[in-house]
């Protein structure tokens, strides 16, 4: 086995430095100007469970977002490379910088694979979920009915994802989204905010998303998540017990200058903005 701790949006950056906790079956090694961020086998003998402990940089480098890969060896003839175990990302920050905050409340248990969304939207009416360019679900947490949970489905190589806004513009509307990173493959779920005078997003502050699935296969992307009714981030987060009209997004344009972004985009769907105003908490089943 290997593992080690990328950046996020730069796969090239090795972060921060790996402590096996049994030293005569792992060890680091220097890997790509890291003395100690690459962990590994110490013997061919088989292993079926390690510990380790991850040490983060001192101060922040590349985004402050972290990706654990690995690769894992059976035999000669069995073995899985590139593996992420990268759900949900791991955020750190340096306490002099801005970097993005992860949610501090608990997350809620993940709906199962057959849970039943009282809300969807697809991108026509002849479509079925795994077939539809788009596909949005709502629901109430079983668990916990202090969060909604969230599945976003579609073609794409780049992203899909929800708004809500009360003007029935892109500005200043609060998105959930899900990105694929395309020279990976992984799926990054994300918490976003539309700037004010213009049509691309920035990253909250504070991330109020709970990831519990997430894939890229064939060019199609799925998510599952939850986000809080009501959050901590009152700036960028809107209550999801109000009224808003519902943007429903999908790009192909994985990258908005260096980081993936839910970018500009031309309306796939029609309408891509819903005709009336919805309440998240309460909004039934229609087509859209």
Request: aromatic share 10%; hydrophobic share 35%.
């Amino acid at each position: 086995f290997i593992i080690q701790a990328r950046d996020r949006w730069n796969e090239g950056l090795i972060l921060g430095s790996f402590i096996p906790l049994d030293t005569s079956k792992a060890q680091t090694i220097h890997c790509l100007g890291n003395d100690h961020g690459t962990v590994t086998h110490k013997s061919k003998d088989p292993v079926s469970v390690q510990s380790f402990i991850w040490q983060a940089p001192p101060t922040l480098e590349g985004s402050g977002e972290v990706n654990f890969v690995y690769s894992v060896m059976q035999s000669s003839l069995q073995y899985w490379v590139r593996l992420n175990a990268s759900s949900p990302v791991l955020t750190y920050k340096d306490a002099q910088t801005d970097g993005v905050s992860p949610m501090d409340a608990p997350c809620p248990a993940a709906p199962s694979p057959s849970a039943v969304y009282r809300f969807t939207a697809t991108s026509s009416s002849d479509c079925v979920q795994s077939s539809c360019d788009y596909f949005l679900g709502i629901r109430t947490n079983d668990n916990d009915p202090t969060y909604l949970d969230f599945m976003l489905e579609g073609s794409t190589l780049g992203w899909v994802g929800i708004g809500f806004t009360k003007t029935g513009t892109m500005e200043a509307a609060d998105v959930l989204g899900c990105i694929v990173h395309l020279t990976s493959s992984v799926v990054s779920i994300v918490d976003d905010w539309n700037i004010a005078g213009g049509h691309y997003d920035v990253r909250d502050s504070i991330q109020n998303v709970c990831p519990h699935s997430a894939s890229y296969s064939n060019g199609r992307i799925q998510c599952v998540f939850s986000r809080q009714i009501i959050t901590n981030d009152t700036a960028q987060d809107v209550p999801m017990n109000d009224d808003y009209f519902f943007l429903y997004g999908r790009g192909d344009i994985p990258f908005f200058g260096i980081s993936p972004a839910l970018t500009y985009h031309t309306p796939f769907m029609i309408p891509s903005i819903s005709s009336n105003m919805m309440t998240p908490t309460n909004v039934s089943s229609l087509l859209v």
